[in-house]
């Protein structure tokens, strides 16, 4: 759990470093303040006021010592819990920022959140709440038993014997709960999910469902986790007592071996100073087991910790996506060309390939349209181009550069995108825009606006660009979102753009407009489209249909459409389909 920990801070590890040194010196200095009693008592003992004064002023001395170190270890534990804070969670941000995009499933979602809301400040609060003590507690009783040999052999023995047994109890009773709580954390994960899924999906529930909106399957999510809440209480509480019997067990074999050798010696000519060496070790004794208990009493602490710091150690094990290595620089490219070489790609090692062997080559400023069925890949293909993911086999090429040997704040800056799915965040209509090109003027923006058909939204809006959008742009319809993204992608000018499905979502008027606004930048921009739309279609310089994750015809639109293949029979259905018309129902009867 230390090296998680010290991992965490990376290169704050130094301040905690610092701080457990201090915590160690402080156990220390408590076992040698408690040890300071052993003169007290036996000079007491013996009548000897005049020689318990010197050592009395030791103990008192030691006493405050010890309280003032103790606020000094428990800043430096603050100041370890504030790096942690700070630097880990930067540190986190940057990694899950390199993640694959495919990574973030509702349920991984779930548990980032987990960790950045309530993992990291309960790991924060370790070092000053729960590790002074516990270091503590650990490192006295070490002073005590060196103690306890000076008094008396026997009892050092069984205590320097205990120490390593109570160890291996905490340790096994340790195993029996932890994993108990790891199926608690993943219930708790999964909980978060179906809360948040819940919420999001009343109208869907309501629609099907009624006004309960469905509860059952939440009511199933919530019994799974009650009944692994109910398991990791048990056992907690049953390593608790394990634990605490443990200890109590080493404090009665003690106190038997100390009246052992009483009524062994008692009477039998044994000198006064031999009485009182047992009487001062049976206190050191109960000073040492105290100091057990209170280790024993935070077992359960230390297991709900290390639960949290197994959640953060996984987090930051998830491969991200590689950059350059610093002793070769990130390439630039040279162009606005897309080139695809043998690629081939699945989404997991158990899953069979969405992609194989396509080899494409998109030349900067021409316009493509990827066609075909749903799921033979073209959003796929598109993802790989913004290196969402990294290609199982073979390699893509932006300007002549392996996507994979450019950072990704290079090839960031080459593609802008329009997601299938448009999210906006929450503040205005500018705000959402101004994601695109942050430094962007406000003409910058209504030229944006105007050319992805969001001037006349905000005619209509008595706060213009000024108006909220809401949380994921909930103020505003389908259609209004989509063209904010669109606006959002333009503005940042970028030579290459990604439209996924852009236009799928847009009215017979808007879908114009937006016809119109890729027109402009055909031969400005390098434009890849996953077309659906006839007028988009017959834009494109070069079409690529797409089959079973293969590549089965490429060119352009007048070639493919005379050789009479999956082009020209796309062609025919959209042509079928635009040419569909409901008929008047024949007067005077019902039509069958």
């Given amino acids: 759990m230390l090296k998680t920990f010290i991992r965490l801070l990376g290169g704050d590890a130094p301040v905690f470093r610092r701080y457990a040194w201090m915590a160690v010196a402080y156990g220390v200095l408590c076992g040698l303040t408690i040890t300071s009693l052993v003169p007290v008592l036996t000079h007491l003992l013996a009548g000897d006021v005049k020689g318990v004064a010197p050592w009395l002023a030791v103990l008192l001395a030691g006493l405050a010592v010890c309280w003032a170190l103790r606020r000094r270890v428990e800043q430096a534990g603050v100041r370890v819990g504030v790096a942690i804070l700070q630097g880990a969670r930067h540190r986190l941000g940057d990694h899950v920022a390199r993640l694959p995009v495919g990574w973030f499933t509702p349920q991984n979602t779930a548990r980032l959140s987990h960790v950045v809301t309530q993992g990291m400040m309960a790991v924060a609060q370790l070092p000053a709440h729960v590790f002074t003590p516990v270091i503590a507690g650990v490192v006295t009783p070490v002073v005590l038993v060196a103690a306890l040999f000076v008094l008396h052999g026997p009892l050092g023995w069984i205590a320097l014997v205990a120490l390593p047994l109570l160890a291996g109890v905490l340790a096994l009773t340790g195993r029996l709960s932890r994993r108990a709580d790891d199926a608690f954390h993943r219930r708790f994960a999964d909980a978060s999910q179906r809360v948040v899924e819940f919420a999001q999906a009343q109208s869907v529930l309501r629609a099907f469902n009624g006004e309960d909106g469905s509860t059952r ?18 056992l907690s509480a049953g390593s608790a007592v394990i634990n ?25 000519g044994v000198a006064a100073s031999g009485i009182t060496a047992v009487i001062v070790a049976l206190l050191l004794v109960g000073r040492f087991i105290d100091s057990l208990l209170e280790v024993a009493g935070y077992g359960e602490v230390l297991r709900g910790a290390r639960g949290q710091l197994d959640a953060i150690r996984e987090l930051f094990a998830v491969e991200p996506l590689s950059e350059p290595q610093a002793l070769q620089a990130p390439q630039a490219p040279r162009d606005a060309s897309v080139e695809l070489r043998d690629v081939h790609f699945r989404y997991a090692a158990d899953e069979p390939d969405v992609l194989r062997g396509v080899s494409l080559r998109i030349a900067p400023g021409s316009m493509t349209a990827l066609i075909g069925e749903s799921g033979s890949g073209k959003t796929t293909l598109v ?60 003409a910058e923006v209504m030229e944006a606006a105007q050319q992805a058909g969001v001037a006349e939204i905000i005619a209509r809006l008595p706060q213009g660009l000024d108006t909220p959008v809401g949380e994921g742009g909930a103020r505003l319809s389908g259609g209004e979102r989509q063209r904010i993204a669109i606006a959002r992608a333009l503005i940042k000018d970028a030579p290459i753009l990604l439209v996924d499905e852009a236009t799928a979502a847009l009215d017979a008027e808007n879908q114009a407009a937006i016809a119109k606004a890729l027109a402009r930048l055909r031969g400005r921009r390098t434009l890849i489209v996953i077309a659906h739309q006839l007028s988009t279609v017959a834009m494109a310089d070069q079409i690529v249909v797409l089959e079973g994750g293969q590549v089965v015809e490429q060119g352009p639109p007048a070639q493919l459409r005379e050789s009479q293949g999956r082009y020209a029979a796309f062609l025919g259905q959209r042509q079928s389909a635009k040419g569909w018309r409901i008929a008047p129902a024949a007067s005077g009867g019902a039509s069958s």
């Fill in 217 to 234: 399957w939440l009511e199933q999510t919530f019994e799974r986790q009650r009944q692994s809440g109910s398991r990791l209480i048990w």
């Fill in 383 to 442: 993802r790989l181009i913004a290196r969402f993911f990294d290609v199982s086999q073979g390699s893509v090429l932006v300007g002549g550069v392996d996507v994979r040997q450019m950072s990704g704040a290079q090839l960031a800056g080459q593609i802008s995108q329009i997601f299938q799915d448009s999210y906006l965040f929450t503040g205005s209509i500018a705000d959402n825009i101004r994601i695109g090109k942050p430094d962007a003027s406000d």
């Fill in 244 to 268: 605490t019997w443990a200890v109590q067990a080493v404090f009665a074999a003690l106190l038997i071996a100390a009246a052992l050798w009483m009524n062994e010696h008692l009477g039998g």
